[in-house]
């Protein structure tokens, strides 16, 4: 049974991730099948955005406990660095849009690679909770960081140091998230959302991600003079010219990418 299914509507890459009975725990099978699913749609020229969800009852409920886990010692380190870390760092850094929709709980780096998506959308069974500390365990899967961006230092060290659950409707409100829905619309509103970034322009897309990204670690004068090299790029293109005519002349814009 593959552990992350591909699936493609139009645009849109679906990956599911696929091990229910055990709330799609991380376990080293899942992380290999997911870093090669993410692989794929980043090299798929025909996919303009990703949408990631999971099976089941639950979004992703961290790192698979048992076996050998525990035996691991200082390898854990490098099974991090070789599969989790990669995750979080091809949909942070990918050019291409990624939306996660949460169907249930994610714990521990299960709530990372939740927030590495650019759009977040809760279903309303949705729970965000860093159960590392109840483990005994310290923050991973972007964590640290993630969570001190979106919601503040002092909600942030909290939730990380109780490991108090966070439910859908309240990571909307604090603006973890994108949104919250009902669970019957979660999918239906996931999709909309990752197809009309799929309908967006592919070159400025990928140059806003990295902005914002890059933004958390320069000066004003360095963010500055990226937005204007990056402005000065995008301005050569065939999509913003298409982007410019399409809203003189009150239509959808068709961006191709070029």
Request: glycine letters at 8%.
């Amino acid at each position: 049974m593959a552990m992350v299914v591909f699936a493609r509507q139009g645009a849109v890459a679906v990956l599911t991730l696929n091990n229910p009975a055990q709330y799609n725990a991380l376990a080293w099978e899942l992380l290999r099948d997911l870093n090669a699913a993410l692989d794929a749609a980043l090299a798929d020229d025909d996919v303009r955005a990703i949408l990631l969800t999971g099976a089941g009852k639950g979004f992703c409920s961290g790192a698979q406990l048992g076996g050998d886990t525990f035996a691991q010692g200082e390898r854990i380190a490098d099974s991090m660095r070789d599969l989790v870390n990669p995750v979080i760092e091809k949909m942070r850094n990918s050019p291409k849009p990624v939306v996660t929709a949460i169907n249930g709980p994610s714990a521990g780096a299960g709530v990372g690679v939740a927030l590495a998506g650019d759009m977040v959308i809760a279903a309303r069974s949705a729970r965000f909770i860093l159960s590392f500390v109840r483990l005994g365990a310290t923050l991973d899967g972007g964590t640290s960081l993630f969570l001190q961006r979106a919601i503040g230092v002092a909600r942030a060290r909290a939730l990380a140091l109780t490991g108090q659950p966070l439910t859908g409707e309240q990571a909307a409100e604090w603006g973890l998230v994108w949104k919250c829905v009902d669970d019957a619309e979660l999918m239906e509103e996931a999709m909309a959302a990752a197809q009309k970034l799929a309908a967006g322009p592919p070159l400025a897309i990928a140059k806003i991600k990295a902005q914002l990204e890059s933004a958390w670690t320069v000066d004003l004068t360095a963010t500055l003079e990226r937005e204007a090299v990056d402005q000065a790029e995008v301005f050569k293109t065939a999509d913003l010219r298409e982007g410019a005519a399409a809203f003189v002349e009150k239509r959808a814009p068709r961006f191709v990418g070029r």
